[in-house]
């Protein structure tokens, strides 16, 4: 079974976030989304997510796409990979965190995981920081 995974706040969560959740399941038999914990967010994006982790947890779980939602880890982002070692990680179009030194994480780690970005969909319209400025966004 070729395991998949995304990462993400998704703060809220959009049809841009659907999009990137059907496009990385193509990618294999299984999609886990890695929610990012408010901690970290806060530390990344410096202000607080606008959902707390377990609400963005519970949204996501609801999705048809996602096969399992997990919240990532405060003290090591990467240990998840560790933990499941996907066979694809799928990377948002505009996702910066923690990708710049991934590929040296998956070889520090001895992990063997081929990395790909997904394109966007309607970036003019479906993007957290836009939809989040509109201040009209709803989580369902």
């Not at 193509?26 to 530390?43: E, I, W, Y």
């Not at 997990?70 to 990377?91: F, N, Q, S, W």
């Amino acid at each position: 079974m070729r395991s998949v995974m995304v990462f993400g706040t998704f703060d809220p969560l959009h049809e841009g976030h659907r999009f990137l959740f059907r496009e990385a399941k193509k990618h294999g038999d299984s999609l886990t989304v890695v929610v990012a914990r408010d901690k970290n967010v806060l530390r990344v994006k410096g202000n607080e997510p606008a959902h707390k982790e377990q609400d963005r947890l519970r949204h996501v779980r609801a999705e048809p796409h996602v096969d399992r939602a997990v919240l990532g880890h405060i003290d090591d982002v990467y240990r998840i990979l560790e933990e499941t070692r996907p066979a694809v990680i799928c990377l948002g179009y505009d996702q910066r965190a923690f990708t710049d030194t991934l590929e040296a994480e998956l070889a520090r780690r001895s992990i063997t995981a081929t990395v790909i970005r997904l394109p966007a969909y309607r970036p003019e319209t479906y993007k957290s920081s836009l939809i989040k400025k509109s201040n009209s966004f709803s989580t369902a």
